[in-house]
């Protein structure tokens, strides 16, 4: 297979890169994991952040960049962010341009909701679907367009000749073929990780895949331990643990209490408090939970039964269902059990503001699995936007790049042996990988969790260490044909390095910030306004820390200064 | 998973098709409170056989990727609570697709025939940025929650006996959808009458009752699409007055 670019992912910001570069004139391939339209996107349910101020009138990018870097931590990319925030509402116009329908106001404008840490009623959105909303719009788009998509196809390696991107080799699931994909140049945008932690709000494919495959090619990896734990999962039954509970039902006005019927967010955050940024709110919960002061189930009480059944069925549709399917609760009656649930990955592939380039030549990254814009931690609805504002740039900046250059060959030994790799995971007496994946991510969780503390973080990472061992005899009967039990061998692979990853650069940061908080730094220090680095080094990863680049004062005016407390 | 290795002296069977030889094994799985079909079809893949060939994705009834048939029933996996059915479970592909191997069949001409409906196509007049009424949105939003799932294909009896000639459930509700945003120009009703097919459905409304989002296929969707069809081959003006109705 051939074309200039080759996008990997098919979630939104895979497909709004493809209908960039498409418009533009380029021949692009568009593979995926799964079926085409079920991405994790789908699942985002709040909306889009954009200061379209349709609500607030006083909202605008301003505003929107503030509230960025500041829920950030300061240690997002500003330039990232002021982009975003400029973006965010000509990429609301078009995906409306391109089918997409959101609610409205009385006067008939895009209605926004208000989120965690927006200052202003921010969120565009339908219902609690408003990712299937734009996962489906960009779908029609690009069976419209000129992309060749291929579903279900596996990546196993990004081939790198003279220091550029020249091809890569997936397995398609349905025929068990391996095919050889070569390119000008390749966007990831194969989304996040949270499939790395055992609590997790994260589909199926979330397994870090596109993080290992730029790492192993050579590009870098930026504050990896940066990980969001979303306030509120569900808790029961256990099959849909982890299970997400929309922040919309605290924007539309739900409460948090403990066993004690207290709101105890007025304790912890007297202004914002529920709708404080999820980190504090994550935090707050945990704490409340660990002080006893939590259900058997080890959840704390979500209400919005006092807005009453009808409200709550057409605002939150698609929660009213969830827990009466699979809970037996009915929301417009009865709180919810909620507790934290591994949501985001805000670190990731290192890219250029500018281009979403990586270091390595013809290699670009887009969505959730591309750092820098989130700092230390998300704002609920910047995700969608970063999906469609990074999406185009992607697309836009490949096709810059693609345009005039020559396709690499890649020698087909080279192929050959990848392939001769992938097959040896099929044999008998093999370790099953589900269950050195079982012990992996009970390993992140136990260690590596919302609550992190050296000697837990060093333990994990030795029994990472383990695993690697082990991993070396997994193996799975069968053959290359619709083989979950192979692409769980792989997956773990990439799942292993995604941990190392993540667990050495929490114990490095010697202090609590957004998602990262270590019990034995409680505080937030100035010398580690850093983003840390991860890199292959030889087949080790090494880590190095550089300073956050400074904002220009047009934009520091913009922002609240940074306190620390012990200055 | 491992909520399902914990112990427990509760165990179901479960028996599940196995392409190769075309025939149900049974596989006893640990029970756990609230479990549903696809927790047990996982324990069976990753801890019982790794070779069983299953779909999924958001284990949340958001995706649609676990269609199956269970106890003949086109069902989700991860939204069928073992508690709420019989002792037997026979979990079966969907029948009215390709069997690729095992659970999992070929759906891939559902994408074929999106790409032939024609693309929604706004009104350049309009100011921008627009202006729609909510009474509008909630008009179309019931069949934007469709999450493609394809059990409405599945169940289609028209699809199953005459596979080529009828879209399906699935694209009738994708053209409501379209047909219904106020600020679409384009008339799809010849499209889905002549490639469409929609002539032979029959109104059985089976689609309607397996759809998991609880759309109303053939209420809401089908008999809206027939009766527009037969208004716009007799009276164009009659459906452009519908499509200008909403501009306030």
Same mark, same amino acid.
């Given at each position: 297979?051939?074309?200039?670019?080759?996008?990997?992912?098919?979630?939104?910001?895979?497909?709004?890169?493809?209908?960039?570069?498409?418009?533009?004139?380029?021949?692009?391939?568009?593979?995926?994991?799964?079926?085409?339209?079920?991405?994790?996107?789908?699942?985002?349910?709040?909306?889009?952040?954009?200061?379209?101020?349709?609500?607030?009138?006083?909202?605008?990018?301003?505003?929107?960049?503030?509230?960025?870097?500041?829920?950030?931590?300061?240690?997002?990319?500003?330039?990232?962010?002021?982009?975003?925030?400029?973006?965010?509402?000509?990429?609301?116009?078009?995906?409306?341009?391109?089918?997409?329908?959101?609610?409205?106001?009385?006067?008939?404008?895009?209605?926004?909701?208000?989120?965690?840490?927006?200052?202003?009623?921010?969120?565009?959105?339908?219902?609690?679907?408003?990712?299937?909303?734009?996962?489906?719009?960009?779908?029609?788009?690009?069976?419209?367009?000129?992309?060749?998509?291929?579903?279900?196809?596996?990546?196993?390696?990004?081939?790198?000749?003279?220091?550029?991107?020249?091809?890569?080799?997936?397995?398609?699931?349905?025929?068990?073929?391996?095919?050889?994909?070569?390119?000008?140049?390749?966007?990831?945008?194969?989304?996040?990780?949270?499939?790395?932690?055992?609590?997790?709000?994260?589909?199926?494919?979330?397994?870090?895949?596109?993080?290992?495959?730029?790492?192993?090619?050579?590009?870098?990896?930026?504050?990896?331990?940066?990980?969001?734990?979303?306030?509120?999962?569900?808790?029961?039954?256990?099959?849909?643990?982890?299970?997400?509970?929309?922040?919309?039902?605290?924007?539309?006005?739900?409460?948090?209490?403990?066993?004690?019927?207290?709101?105890?967010?007025?304790?912890?955050?007297?202004?914002?408090?529920?709708?404080?940024?999820?980190?504090?709110?994550?935090?707050?919960?945990?704490?409340?939970?660990?002080?006893?002061?939590?259900?058997?189930?080890?959840?704390?009480?979500?209400?919005?039964?006092?807005?009453?059944?009808?409200?709550?069925?057409?605002?939150?549709?698609?929660?009213?269902?969830?827990?009466?399917?699979?809970?037996?609760?009915?929301?417009?009656?009865?709180?919810?059990?909620?507790?934290?649930?591994?949501?985001?990955?805000?670190?990731?592939?290192?890219?250029?503001?500018?281009?979403?380039?990586?270091?390595?030549?013809?290699?670009?990254?887009?969505?959730?699995?591309?750092?820098?814009?989130?700092?230390?931690?998300?704002?609920?609805?910047?995700?969608?936007?970063?999906?469609?504002?990074?999406?185009?740039?992607?697309?836009?900046?490949?096709?810059?790049?693609?345009?005039?250059?020559?396709?690499?060959?890649?020698?087909?030994?080279?192929?050959?042996?990848?392939?001769?790799?992938?097959?040896?995971?099929?044999?008998?007496?093999?370790?099953?990988?589900?269950?050195?994946?079982?012990?992996?991510?009970?390993?992140?969780?136990?260690?590596?969790?919302?609550?992190?503390?050296?000697?837990?973080?060093?333990?994990?990472?030795?029994?990472?260490?383990?695993?690697?061992?082990?991993?070396?005899?997994?193996?799975?009967?069968?053959?290359?044909?619709?083989?979950?039990?192979?692409?769980?061998?792989?997956?773990?692979?990439?799942?292993?390095?995604?941990?190392?990853?993540?667990?050495?650069?929490?114990?490095?940061?010697?202090?609590?910030?957004?998602?990262?908080?270590?019990?034995?730094?409680?505080?937030?220090?100035?010398?580690?306004?850093?983003?840390?680095?991860?890199?292959?080094?030889?087949?080790?990863?090494?880590?190095?820390?550089?300073?956050?680049?400074?904002?220009?004062?047009?934009?520091?005016?913009?922002?609240?200064?940074?306190?620390?407390?012990?200055? | 998973?491992?909520?399902?290795?914990?112990?427990?002296?509760?165990?179901?069977?479960?028996?599940?098709?196995?392409?190769?030889?075309?025939?149900?094994?049974?596989?006893?799985?640990?029970?756990?409170?609230?479990?549903?079909?696809?927790?047990?079809?996982?324990?069976?893949?990753?801890?019982?056989?790794?070779?069983?060939?299953?779909?999924?994705?958001?284990?949340?009834?958001?995706?649609?990727?676990?269609?199956?048939?269970?106890?003949?029933?086109?069902?989700?996996?991860?939204?069928?609570?073992?508690?709420?059915?019989?002792?037997?479970?026979?979990?079966?592909?969907?029948?009215?697709?390709?069997?690729?191997?095992?659970?999992?069949?070929?759906?891939?001409?559902?994408?074929?025939?999106?790409?032939?409906?024609?693309?929604?196509?706004?009104?350049?007049?309009?100011?921008?940025?627009?202006?729609?009424?909510?009474?509008?949105?909630?008009?179309?939003?019931?069949?934007?929650?469709?999450?493609?799932?394809?059990?409405?294909?599945?169940?289609?009896?028209?699809?199953?006996?005459?596979?080529?000639?009828?879209?399906?459930?699935?694209?009738?509700?994708?053209?409501?959808?379209? &047909?219904?945003? !106020? +600020?679409?120009?384009?008339? %799809?009703?010849?499209?889905? *009458? @002549?490639?469409?097919?929609?002539?032979?459905?029959?109104?059985?409304?089976?689609?309607?009752?397996?759809?998991?989002?609880?759309?109303?296929?053939?209420?809401?969707?089908?008999?809206?699409?027939?009766?527009?069809?037969?208004?716009? &081959?007799?009276? !164009? +003006?009659?459906?452009?007055? %519908?499509?200008?109705?909403? *501009? @306030?």
């Amino acid at each position: 297979m051939r074309s200039d670019i080759l996008i990997i992912g098919a979630g939104g910001a895979g497909m709004r890169a493809a209908i960039a570069a498409c418009e533009k004139g380029a021949d692009v391939i568009i593979v995926t994991k799964s079926l085409i339209g079920k991405a994790h996107t789908v699942m985002a349910e709040g909306g889009i952040a954009a200061s379209i101020a349709d609500v607030d009138k006083a909202d605008n990018w301003e505003t929107h960049f503030s509230d960025t870097i500041v829920e950030g931590v300061y240690i997002g990319d500003w330039r990232m962010a002021e982009l975003l925030a400029k973006e965010a509402p000509e990429r609301v116009y078009e995906l409306e341009r391109y089918g997409a329908i959101f609610d409205r106001t009385d006067e008939g404008k895009i209605m926004q909701r208000a989120f965690g840490g927006h200052t202003y009623k921010r969120l565009c959105h339908i219902g609690d679907k408003t990712g299937l909303e734009l996962i489906r719009t960009l779908e029609d788009k690009v069976l419209h367009s000129k992309a060749k998509i291929y579903d279900e196809i596996y990546i196993t390696k990004l081939f790198i000749k003279d220091g550029r991107f020249a091809g890569a080799l997936g397995i398609e699931m349905r025929s068990g073929d391996f095919i050889f994909f070569n390119a000008k140049a390749i966007i990831i945008s194969t989304g996040g990780c949270g499939r790395v932690y055992k609590i997790t709000s994260n589909s199926w494919e979330s397994t870090g895949d596109g993080l290992a495959l730029a790492y192993n090619a050579g590009a870098r990896l930026k504050d990896m331990e940066m990980i969001q734990f979303h306030p509120t999962g569900m808790v029961w039954p256990p099959g849909v643990r982890g299970l997400l509970v929309t922040e919309s039902v605290r924007g539309e006005g739900g409460i948090l209490l403990n066993t004690n019927h207290e709101r105890f967010m007025l304790r912890y955050s007297p202004e914002k408090r529920e709708l404080d940024a999820r980190d504090v709110v994550a935090r707050s919960i945990y704490y409340e939970i660990k002080a006893g002061r939590g259900t058997a189930h080890g959840a704390v009480y979500l209400d919005i039964s006092h807005k009453g059944a009808d409200f709550i069925k057409r605002k939150l549709p698609g929660m009213y269902s969830q827990f009466m399917e699979f809970a037996g609760v009915d929301i417009t009656k009865e709180p919810m059990e909620v507790a934290p649930t591994v949501h985001y990955q805000m670190g990731g592939i290192e890219v250029d503001p500018y281009t979403t380039s990586t270091c390595v030549s013809g290699v670009f990254a887009s969505g959730e699995v591309a750092s820098g814009l989130h700092g230390a931690n998300r704002l609920g609805g910047n995700s969608l936007a970063d999906i469609l504002v990074f999406g185009k740039i992607a697309g836009d900046n490949a096709f810059e790049f693609v345009n005039g250059k020559e396709f690499t060959e890649v020698l087909s030994n080279e192929i050959e042996s990848e392939i001769e790799r992938v097959k040896g995971y099929i044999r008998e007496g093999g370790r099953n990988p589900y269950n050195l994946m079982d012990e992996l991510t009970t390993v992140m969780e136990d260690y590596v969790g919302i609550m992190r503390v050296g000697d837990d973080m060093r333990a994990a990472i030795k029994r990472i260490d383990d695993l690697k061992i082990r991993a070396r005899e997994m193996g799975v009967r069968g053959t290359t044909k619709y083989n979950h039990g192979l692409l769980g061998c792989l997956e773990v692979e990439n799942m292993l390095i995604v941990c190392e990853a993540i667990a050495k650069s929490a114990l490095m940061r010697e202090e609590s910030r957004g998602g990262h908080t270590r019990s034995d730094f409680p505080k937030r220090r100035r010398e580690w306004k850093r983003n840390i680095i991860c890199y292959n080094n030889g087949g080790v990863m090494d880590f190095v820390t550089e300073p956050v680049p400074d904002l220009p004062d047009n934009l520091a005016r913009l922002v609240k200064p940074e306190v620390y407390e012990d200055e | 998973m491992s909520d399902l290795n914990s112990v427990s002296n509760r165990r179901i069977t479960i028996s599940i098709y196995r392409s190769e030889s075309r025939s149900y094994v049974d596989y006893t799985v640990p029970l756990e409170d609230g479990m549903v079909v696809l927790d047990a079809v996982r324990y069976v893949q990753e801890f019982i056989d790794t070779t069983l060939a299953i779909r999924w994705n958001c284990k949340a009834a958001r995706c649609g990727s676990c269609a199956a048939e269970i106890n003949n029933m086109p069902k989700l996996m991860c939204k069928t609570r073992i508690d709420t059915l019989p002792d037997k479970i026979r979990v079966a592909p969907m029948g009215a697709f390709t069997n690729v191997s095992d659970l999992v069949t070929d759906v891939s001409e559902n994408y074929m025939i999106n790409r032939q409906i024609p693309e929604f196509k706004p009104d350049e007049r309009a100011e921008r940025p627009w202006r729609i009424a909510q009474i509008d949105v909630d008009r179309t939003k019931e069949f934007r929650k469709c999450i493609e799932c394809f059990l409405c294909q599945d169940v289609c009896h028209v699809i199953r006996e005459h596979k080529a000639d009828y879209v399906g459930p699935r694209h009738v509700v994708k053209v409501a959808s379209l &047909d219904m945003h !106020p +600020l679409d120009t384009l008339d %799809r009703s010849e499209f889905l *009458n @002549r490639e469409g097919g929609l002539g032979f459905c029959n109104i059985t409304k089976c689609c309607q009752e397996v759809c998991p989002e609880g759309i109303h296929i053939t209420d809401n969707a089908i008999i809206q699409e027939k009766e527009r069809a037969v208004d716009g &081959d007799y009276d !164009p +003006l009659l459906w452009i007055s %519908r499509k200008i109705r909403h *501009n @306030r």
